[in-house]
């Protein structure tokens, strides 16, 4: 099994910023990929950004120059900045670890006033 425990999340103004943080644990025996979906209240999850083993990332459209995901393997750890924060990135965000099949986080709250 795999624990995936997210921390970072709270409450920021426009323009702000956050760092996002996604320890694994558990049953890990090699690099796997790794990212963030969010789920904003009354819509569907979406992917945010992934990571690969060989830590090439891919970001939605939405996020593309505002946010930077990465990695310390050593860590079993994947971190997510988010610069230039919006009040449309407001939700809740979860890591994800595929390994076979997806683990999830619990999810950590992210919410942006304008």
């Known amino acids: 099994q795999v624990q995936l425990v997210e921390s970072g999340g709270g409450l920021v103004q426009a323009g702000g910023s956050l760092r996002l943080s996604c320890a694994a644990s558990g049953s890990i025996f090699s690099i796997r990929p790794m990212g963030w979906y969010r789920q904003a209240p009354g819509k569907q999850r979406e992917l945010v950004a992934l990571?690969?083993?060989?830590?090439?990332?891919n970001y939605a459209d939405s996020v593309k120059g505002r946010f930077t995901i990465s990695r310390d393997n050593a860590k079993n750890t994947v971190y997510l900045q988010m610069n230039s924060l919006k009040p449309e990135d407001t939700a809740v965000y979860y890591c994800y670890l595929i390994d076979l099949k997806y683990y999830w986080g619990q999810g950590t709250q992210v919410t942006v006033s304008s």
């Open positions: 990571i690969t083993s060989g830590s090439n990332a």
